[in-house]
C-alpha cells in the first residue's frame, strides 16, 4: 500500500539535544511539506521541499532543519536552538504533476515530540 | 492580514442541521482550496477540495468558493455527531506553498 510513514510516533528529549523525525513515503510524491501543530491550533509550515535537493523555508523555520537527498525522503531535525519544541508533527506529500495545483495533501500519522 | 482565516468557533449544532464553515484568504494568486476534517489527535484527512469558482458537491459536502471576494465555505448537510471534529481550511499558492487556517471545532449534538 502507498503512504507516508513517520516515525517513530512518540519522541521524548532532553532540551538541549537535537532530534531528528523521520518521513518515509513510497507515493512517488516530488512535494514534501513538514507542519507543526499546537493544542488547539491549525498547522503551520515548517518547510517544504518540491523536488530532490531543493527546500524552501516555511513560516515558521527557525530552529528547524531539513534535507532532500532522496525523492521518498524529508527528514525533519528540531535542533536545541527552537524555543518550543514540544509538538505534533505532520510530514505531507503531493504529487507535482500535470495539473499539480489540483493535488491535496496526503499525511503521515504524525509524531508527537517532547521535550523536556 | 493571515494568509487563511477561519471564522472563530467552536461551532455547535444540533443532529440533522446544517454546518456551515468559512475561509477567508489574502493572496488572490491562491489557485486551489482544500478541506481538511482533523479528529483529536489524528493526523487531517481531506474532505473536499474546489479549484474554480461555485459550487462543489459530494455527498452531504458542499464546498463553495468566490474568488472576487476571497473566500471559501463548505457546508455539511443534515450533520451527524461523527461529524464532530475539527476542520481546517487550506490554500495553495503557485509557488506550492500550502497554507492552512487554525481550523473550526465543530461540534454535532445527538
Known amino acids: 500500500d502507498g503512504g507516508i510513514t513517520q516515525s517513530p510516533k512518540y519522541l521524548f528529549r532532553k532540551e538541549g539535544q537535537n532530534v531528528t523525525l523521520s518521513c518515509e513515503q513510497n507515493?512517488?510524491?516530488?512535494?514534501m511539506y513538514w507542519y507543526r501543530q499546537d493544542p488547539g491550533q491549525g498547522l503551520r509550515l515548517i518547510y517544504y521541499?518540491?523536488?530532490?535537493?531543493?527546500?524552501q523555508k516555511g513560516d515558521i523555520a527557525e530552529g528547524y532543519s531539513v534535507s532532500r537527498e532522496k525523492k521518498e525522503s524529508f527528514p525533519l531535525t528540531v535542533t536545541s536552538a527552537q524555543k518550543n519544541p514540544t509538538a505534533f508533527y505532520l510530514c505531507?506529500?503531493?504529487?507535482?504533476?500535470?495539473?499539480?495545483?489540483?493535488?491535496?495533501?496526503?499525511f503521515g500519522n504524525g509524531t508527537r515530540l517532547t521535550v523536556t | 492580514q493571515k494568509e487563511v482565516e477561519q471564522n472563530s468557533g467552536p461551532l455547535s449544532v444540533p443532529e440533522g442541521a446544517i454546518a456551515s464553515l468559512n475561509c477567508t484568504y489574502s493572496?488572490?494568486?491562491?489557485?486551489?482550496f482544500f478541506w481538511y476534517r482533523q479528529y483529536s489527535g489524528k493526523s487531517p484527512e481531506l474532505i473536499m477540495s474546489?479549484?474554480?469558482?461555485g459550487d462543489k458537491e459530494d455527498g452531504r459536502f458542499t464546498a463553495q468558493l468566490n474568488k472576487a471576494s476571497q473566500y471559501v465555505s463548505l457546508l455539511i448537510r443534515d450533520s451527524q455527531p461523527s461529524d464532530s471534529a475539527t476542520y481546517l481550511c487550506?490554500?495553495?499558492?503557485?509557488?506550492?506553498?500550502?497554507?492552512f487556517g487554525k481550523g473550526i471545532t465543530l461540534s454535532v449534538r445527538p
Open positions: 505531507a506529500s503531493r504529487d507535482r504533476g500535470h495539473l499539480s495545483y489540483n493535488s491535496p495533501l496526503h
Open positions: 507515493l512517488n510524491h516530488d512535494a
Open positions: 521541499s518540491q523536488i530532490v535537493n531543493d527546500f
Open positions: 493572496d488572490r494568486g491562491s489557485q486551489s
Open positions: 474546489i479549484y474554480s469558482n
Open positions: 487550506a490554500v495553495i499558492r503557485a509557488n506550492s506553498k500550502l497554507t
